[in-house]
């Protein structure tokens, strides 16, 4: 455990290759060797006064990019020379004028004024969300791709790679599979798109995650991790909520590494790298 969150965290718990603490992600950012992690994944709070337990989230703009900013300072130093550091974020509805405001072009200038580069701005698509009367119903989120060194970096295509539009094209003779570019849809295999629905009400009824308002889909996680990392590679998540990352790394062989502020979801999810990864663990 010290080898990656240092000797002084306190909290720290270890679930098959998969360790996490229940602390200020910035705090135990700052105490954690340098160097040690080689992709971070995380989808921050988005200022929607959703109910994360001891987080506040009903900060201003002004707020959310300052803790960003010290976010984009702590991970640089955690980060491999080769790391990458993924944000999904969220055009969200200012409280007061219902103007929507890009996270993602905020959260661009953060991490660029830091020292990061931005490899791709990756288009996650879905449908299970509100119906809006008044504007289009939004139906994206943003993943921003920042890297340390624009010169080098892990980029793993054929681990990611997808099925030829055309079934006899004379390419497959030789494998692999084409780049499933900067959008993906994974209803349909031979598709671009990532789309990846939310994981709605119903299901996290079905497994018990009813505490946590945002959950990642595991596939799209999963997708992240492959492209980005070797099997044995360490994957941090800052903001790791129910633990999704921690279940994708556990299952593609990764050594999962977790920051939680609220002690309240410690439990689920211990339960979900158990079992959501049995193969993993047994």
């Known amino acids: 455990m010290s080898k990656y969150f240092g000797s002084k965290q306190e909290n720290v718990y270890k679930i098959g ?10 705090e135990t950012m700052k105490k954690m060797p340098k160097a040690v992690v ?3 994944v995380t989808s921050p709070p988005y ?6 337990g001891k987080y506040d989230d009903n900060k201003s703009f002004a707020d959310w990019e300052a803790l960003m900013d010290e976010v984009a300072k702590a991970a640089w130093n955690v980060l491999a020379d080769d790391g990458s550091f993924l944000l999904n974020v969220s055009p969200v509805p200012d409280k007061k004028t219902k103007e929507i405001i890009p996270l993602d072009a905020l959260a661009y200038f953060i991490f660029k004024r830091n020292g990061y580069a931005l490899r791709n701005s990756i288009v996650w698509h879905f449908n299970n969300m509100q119906n809006c009367t008044n504007r289009l119903s939004g139906r994206w989120e943003s993943i921003l791709w920042f890297v340390k060194d624009i010169e080098n970096y892990q980029f793993h295509l054929d681990d990611i790679r997808i099925p030829y539009i055309t079934q ?16 993906w849809h994974f209803d349909l295999p031979e ?15 079905k497994l018990g995650l009813t505490e946590h308002p945002c959950i990642f889909p595991t596939p799209m996680i999963e997708r992240i991790i492959r492209m980005t990392t070797k099997i044995d590679d360490v994957v941090l998540d800052p903001f790791l909520g129910s633990g999704t990352t921690l279940v994708a790394a556990q299952k593609l062989n990764r050594i999962g590494l977790g920051i939680e502020l609220d002690d309240r979801f410690r439990e689920i999810i211990e339960k979900r790298v ?3 990864s049995v193969g993993s663990l047994f």
């Open 17 to 26: 290759n998969c360790f996490f603490t229940i602390s200020d992600c910035i």
């Open 38 to 40: 080689n992709t971070i």
């Open 47 to 52: 200022n929607l006064n959703k109910k994360y």
């Open 168 to 183: 006899n094209d004379k390419r497959l003779k030789e494998g692999g599979g084409r780049n499933p570019t900067d959008t």
């Open 191 to 205: 598709s671009d798109f990532w789309y990846f629905n939310r994981v709605n009400n119903m299901t996290k009824n």
């Open 274 to 276: 158990i079992n959501e």
